[in-house]
């Protein structure tokens, strides 16, 4: 059981928004920043979020990240077929005094 | 270019110990903590520890104290992590990975490709 909550999969057709959610507490999400990681299996994760909405140079525009509360959301607008991919979100919980990550969303374009 | 160069996959016996290693490259290895995440077959990332190669100041998640040793050399830029004694349930993807970021917020900006760690009898 993660700490942070985020839906097993989520899917789209190319074209479309999609929307990961990630769900947490006042120790973690409520009291710090969030990241987010996409990871193609076989590969290294790969930073695709800091700071809730910032993009590291190279992550196409159509990335945009956002939190209220104790909740963050990651959203890809028009989706493409190479975004296929797990993410996962993350932050540091001031209670567990370390990172948490979310279980993992799985992504699948149509 | 900034990188993380992990050692290969290894296949071991439960009790047997191992270390695998991480060695940074393209900036200064000794600024910046590097951390270890490991992944389960089919599950999410966990995040086990880090150390900050400068001093070699480690903090492990609670999960992991006692479970695993967090360790670096600054002269090769390598860390490592290792165990004493493995069990099958340590069969896993085990990342390193680079912290950046400042004081209102760190993050993970680097990831090493990941060592595969199988234990079977």
């Known amino acids: 059981q993660s700490v942070l909550t985020q839906p097993p999969s989520a899917s789209g057709t190319p074209g479309q928004r999609v929307t990961i959610s990630c769900s947490g507490s006042?120790?973690?999400?409520?009291?710090?920043?969030v990241n987010w990681y996409q990871h193609l299996p076989g590969t290294a994760p790969k930073l695709l979020m800091f700071?809730?909405?910032q993009r590291p140079s190279g992550v196409p525009d159509r990335f945009s990240g956002s939190k209220s509360g104790t909740s963050a959301s990651l959203a890809i607008s028009t989706l493409q077929s190479e975004d296929e991919a797990d993410y996962y979100c993350?932050?540091?919980?001031?209670?567990?005094?370390?990172?948490?990550f979310g279980g993992g969303t799985k992504l699948t374009v149509l | 270019e900034v990188q993380l160069v992990q050692s290969g996959a290894e296949v071991k016996k439960p009790g047997e110990s191992l270390k695998i290693s991480c060695k940074g490259s393209?900036?200064?290895?000794?600024?910046?903590?590097i951390a270890w995440v490991r992944q389960m077959p089919g599950k999410g990332l966990e995040w086990m520890g880090i150390?900050?190669?400068?001093?070699?100041?480690?903090i492990y998640s609670p999960s992991f104290q006692g479970q695993v040793t967090i360790s670096a050399d600054k002269s090769i830029s390598t860390a490592y992590l290792q165990w004493s004694s493995l069990t099958a349930s340590d069969t896993a993807m085990y990342y390193c990975?680079?912290?950046?970021?400042?004081?209102?917020?760190?993050?993970?900006?680097?990831w090493g490709r990941g060592t595969l760690i199988t234990v079977s009898s």
């Open positions: 993350a932050a540091w919980d001031g209670s567990l005094n370390g990172w948490v």
């Open positions: 006042n120790s973690n999400i409520g009291s710090d920043i």
């Open positions: 700071s809730v909405n």
């Open positions: 393209g900036y200064i290895f000794t600024s910046y903590w």
């Open positions: 150390i900050y190669p400068g001093d070699s100041d480690t």
């Open positions: 990975a680079r912290r950046n970021g400042h004081n209102l917020g760190w993050y993970f900006d680097v």
